[in-house]
């Protein structure tokens, strides 16, 4: 079935465009992008007036937990949530149980997505075997398994001669390393960001340094080894400020941050609720000024949700027991409208950080609408407002701080390869 996408606004950032026109898909790919195109015979035809057209959004940082942990989320569900929240890919962390630290692994994950058949799953294997910190992993056979990134996210890599010649053997093969910035002797015990409220609460902390000093530490290394680093979930002003002097310095250095980093602060943590229990966790105001200037100017490339799925014996314990981590998926890009609403990003900018810039950094197929490219498509409806309801997720983690949250838009059809995977254009 071919698809003829009219009167959309048509936003692709690979190519500057920012327009009112028709898409045309065939066989899979665009076939072409103008005004006034006609349909094909055996062409579904649907009206996206006063919609958004987006290359397909790209989460590059989301946790599937299968294999280990299917109670919490299958590759199957997690990709049912993506293509509900508007993702036709994303890029799945190793720390599954067993660790994705092995061809086996890599390939088991993509069997599964394979099987589900909705978004595009990357797969991203551990550095350290066991993401213990202390072995590498085979990272040519990985790569050749279908692993599309390093990273042993959940846990930063604390030794820094590991993480050296991390950078140096993967930048060889083209592989991009992802850190968790969290130097473990600073945030040990810790609960919550460490501050005025964690004070008041009487919970032990977790500093902002915690990540500062191993983003500027990895940082270094990179400039000195002159190879690439990917940072992940930028929560801190220092990082901001850190990354800012980086790039200004030429360091192959990118970045992203997540909604909950943009959106809520430590405050939120003085009812005890669990499910605003991330790490790294919300910090305060003043970080959260300093996320979005880097949006704003460019020093954070990439929107990734870090989708987190728990079940409920995980989240509903006491505080400190409590798993840390938000199921992001469903809410990310309503969440992400609210800095277009807010002049903090507009239009092209945010579809870049969602589409175009996690494609690039992964050396993923490119995020684009030109003729010729796979129909991995987004359209959005940024004027439908509607209230997060957490029983409706595909997800199979409930664990969001935003159900009941009044979202402005979101993501009305999915297109992967040319098929819809995703259509929520008739309900409200
Ligand atoms: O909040 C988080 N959840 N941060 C992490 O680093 C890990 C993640 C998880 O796997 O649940
Ligand atoms: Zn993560």
């Not at 036709?88 to 890599?106: E, G, K, Q, W, Y």
């Not at 991390?166 to 473990?184: F, K, N, P, R, W």
């Not at 983690?397 to 999915?414: E, I, Q, Y």
Request: aromatic share 4%; net charge negative.
């Amino acid at each position: 079935m071919n698809l003829l996408l009219k009167g959309g606004r048509i936003l692709d950032p690979s190519r500057n465009i920012d327009g009112v026109m028709d898409l045309l898909v065939k066989n899979g790919t665009i076939a072409a992008c103008g005004p006034d195109l006609q349909a094909p015979p055996e062409t579904q035809t649907l009206d996206v007036g006063g919609l958004i057209v987006s290359p397909g959004l790209i989460d590059m940082h989301v946790h599937l937990r299968e294999p280990g942990q299917e109670y919490k989320e299958t590759v199957a569900t997690g990709a049912a949530a993506a293509v509900a929240g508007g993702f036709t890919a994303v890029a799945c962390m190793p720390n599954t149980l067993p660790v994705n630290d092995t061809r086996s692994i890599t390939e088991f994950i993509l069997r599964r997505a394979g099987e589900a058949g909705l978004a595009r799953i990357y797969p991203i294997a551990a550095v350290s075997l066991g993401q213990e910190g202390r072995q590498m992993t085979e990272f040519a056979d990985l790569k050749d398994a279908g692993a599309v990134a390093l990273s042993d996210d959940g846990k930063p890599v604390m030794d820094a001669a590991l993480m050296r010649r991390t950078l140096e053997y993967a930048e060889s093969l083209g592989l991009t390393v992802i850190q968790h910035c969290e130097d473990l002797s600073l945030s040990a015990g810790g609960l919550m960001h460490e501050g005025y409220y964690s004070t008041i609460l009487g919970m032990r902390g977790i500093p902002a340094i915690a990540e500062d000093i191993i983003a500027n530490r990895d940082i270094l290394i990179a400039e000195y080894s002159g190879t690439r680093i990917h940072i992940a979930h930028v929560s801190t002003a220092g990082a901001v400020r850190i990354l800012r002097e980086a790039k200004k310095r030429g360091v192959r250095v990118t970045a992203e941050t997540a909604p909950h980093y943009f959106t809520l602060t430590d405050e939120s943590l003085t009812g005890y609720n669990t499910a605003f229990k991330v790490n790294p966790p919300l910090r305060t105001a003043e970080d959260v000024a300093a996320i979005k200037e880097g949006l704003a100017d460019g020093t954070l490339d990439v929107i990734a949700c870090d989708h987190a799925p728990h079940a409920r014996t995980d989240k509903e314990v006491e505080f400190e027991y409590a798993s840390n981590g938000i199921s992001g998926l469903e809410t990310s890009l309503g969440l992400s409208l609210k800095l277009i609403e807010d002049g903090v990003l507009s239009w092209p900018d945010l579809i870049a950080k969602m589409s175009l810039n996690p494609a690039r950094i992964l050396n993923l197929p490119s995020a684009s609408l030109a003729p010729g490219a796979c129909a991995d498509i987004t359209v959005i409806d940024p004027n439908r407002p509607w209230t997060v309801d957490l029983k409706a997720f595909r997800s199979r983690g409930k664990n969001s701080p935003f159900g009941g949250c009044a979202l402005p838009g979101r993501a009305v059809l999915t297109i992967v390869g040319g098929e819809i995977k995703y259509n929520g254009l008739a309900s409200q």
